[in-house]
């Protein structure tokens, strides 16, 4: 080789990392546009993602697909893609791998799927064991299908990794209730509500604890 082969060969070895850096700052604005395209307009977003997937934009393209695909009310579609997308070779780092299945498994339970939403929250967490999110998901799933022990055990999991998620709280409350532990699920809910109090979901649901260690306090009471 040559000497001025060889600078040039050098030159471009050494430029690659830099190459390598733009091109991905590039694909990820290019993704974040997307993403953000939908809100405007998901069919349009949808058409232009899968464009860009057949001109080579690789996972952020098929990412962006299933979103405009679930914003176009496509929950199934959109969450079999983002599965797919786990599981593929381009699928990207562990933890983006997991955050598909998490987007996946929320998608599904969206869609009312709930032997679906399990496989894809428990295949994240074979990834990512320790990922509350998809512990969180899981137990809505077991929740969906009526294993209100089974959602109890994971959230308990999930508050012992962090004691603060109030949406744990109130799943667990839920799970609780539907079991008929209202002293428990009265505690849960409370705790809920103190870190969360803004939320409308879980007062509706002490109101519905309340009003059920109501009517139990007046059976027992004309028993």
Same mark, same amino acid.
Request: charged share 25%; with cysteine.
């Given at each position: 080789?040559?000497?001025?082969?060889?600078?040039?060969?050098?030159?471009?070895?050494?430029?690659?990392?830099?190459?390598?850096?733009?091109?991905?700052?590039?694909?990820?604005?290019?993704?974040?546009?997307?993403?953000?395209?939908?809100?405007?307009?998901?069919?349009?977003?949808?058409?232009?993602?899968?464009?860009?997937?057949?001109?080579?934009? +690789?996972?952020?393209?098929?990412?962006?697909?299933?979103?405009?695909?679930?914003?176009?009310?496509?929950?199934?579609?959109?969450?079999?893609?983002?599965?797919?997308?786990?599981?593929?070779?381009?699928? +990207?780092?562990?933890?983006?791998?997991?955050?598909?299945?998490?987007?996946?498994?929320?998608?599904?339970?969206?869609?009312?799927?709930?032997?679906?939403?399990?496989?894809?929250?428990?295949?994240?967490?074979?990834?990512?064991?320790?990922?509350?999110?998809?512990?969180?998901? @899981?137990?809505?799933?077991?929740?969906?299908?009526?294993?209100?022990?089974?959602?109890?055990?994971?959230?308990?999991?999930?508050?012992?990794?962090?004691?603060?998620?109030?949406?744990?709280?109130?799943? @667990?409350?839920?799970?609780?209730?539907?079991?008929?532990?209202?002293?428990?699920?009265?505690?849960?809910?409370?705790?809920?509500?103190?870190?969360?109090?803004?939320?409308?979901?879980?007062?509706?649901?002490?109101?519905?604890?309340?009003?059920?260690?109501?009517?139990?306090?007046?059976?027992?009471?004309?028993?």
């Amino acid at each position: 080789m040559t000497r001025l082969a060889l600078i040039t060969f050098l030159s471009f070895a050494f430029s690659m990392p830099a190459l390598a850096a733009d091109l991905t700052a590039e694909f990820d604005q290019r993704h974040e546009e997307c993403l953000e395209s939908i809100a405007a307009d998901a069919e349009i977003a949808y058409e232009d993602a899968l464009i860009w997937v057949d001109d080579g934009g +690789g996972r952020r393209a098929k990412h962006c697909v299933a979103m405009a695909l679930y914003a176009l009310g496509q929950e199934k579609q959109a969450a079999f893609k983002l599965d797919e997308l786990a599981k593929a070779t381009d699928g +990207g780092s562990p933890a983006m791998r997991a955050n598909f299945y998490l987007e996946a498994a929320n998608f599904w339970l969206a869609a009312e799927e709930a032997t679906k939403a399990y496989t894809s929250a428990t295949a994240g967490l074979d990834i990512a064991y320790q990922n509350t999110d998809l512990r969180i998901a @899981r137990a809505r799933a077991y929740a969906l299908s009526g294993r209100y022990d089974y959602a109890e055990t994971d959230l308990t999991s999930v508050l012992t990794l962090d004691p603060t998620r109030a949406d744990a709280l109130r799943y @667990r409350a839920d799970a609780k209730f539907k079991q008929d532990k209202l002293n428990e699920a009265q505690v849960d809910i409370e705790a809920s509500l103190d870190l969360d109090p803004q939320s409308v979901e879980t007062a509706l649901l002490r109101g519905q604890i309340r009003e059920a260690v109501r009517l139990k306090g007046v059976e027992t009471a004309t028993e």
